[in-house]
């Protein structure tokens, strides 16, 4: 089982950057899915999430109304749309899928995980 991200990059501030993660299993078409972000220095923290049929998503307040959260089962993929982007946005993103249908802010209700992808904003 495997979950690879990819479109992160350097982007100036107010910025925008797609992520994408692909999953190896179409079982996944049944699991909530989740981004999280970990910058430098700092503990890994909770972005957004979507539950198994993409009906419905929950943001963290630092990124509401910026980022969306969106998936295609059919493509086994989850995506993260990322606008007027900040520096204290620089992280490394991961994807996670989640144990159950419905997503959760906790990390520990997160099964699988991807390798992540940096996104650096700069000034």
């Known amino acids: 089982v495997q979950l690879v991200e990819s479109g992160g990059g350097l982007v100036q501030a107010g910025g925008s950057l797609k992520l994408s993660c692909a999953a190896s299993r179409r079982t996944f078409s049944n699991n909530a899915m989740g981004w999280f972000r970990q910058a430098p220095g700092k503990e890994r923290e909770f972005v957004a999430t979507?539950?198994?049929?993409?009906?419905?998503?929950y943001y963290a307040d630092s990124v509401k109304g910026r980022f969306t959260i969106s998936r295609d089962n059919a493509k086994n993929t989850v995506y993260l749309q990322m606008n007027t982007l900040k520096p204290e946005d620089t992280a490394v993103y991961y994807c996670a899928a989640g144990r159950y249908s419905y997503g959760t802010t906790s990390g520990s209700q997160y099964a699988y995980w991807g390798q992540g992808t940096l996104v650096t904003v700069s000034s």
């Open positions: 979507i539950n198994w049929s993409g009906g419905g998503t």
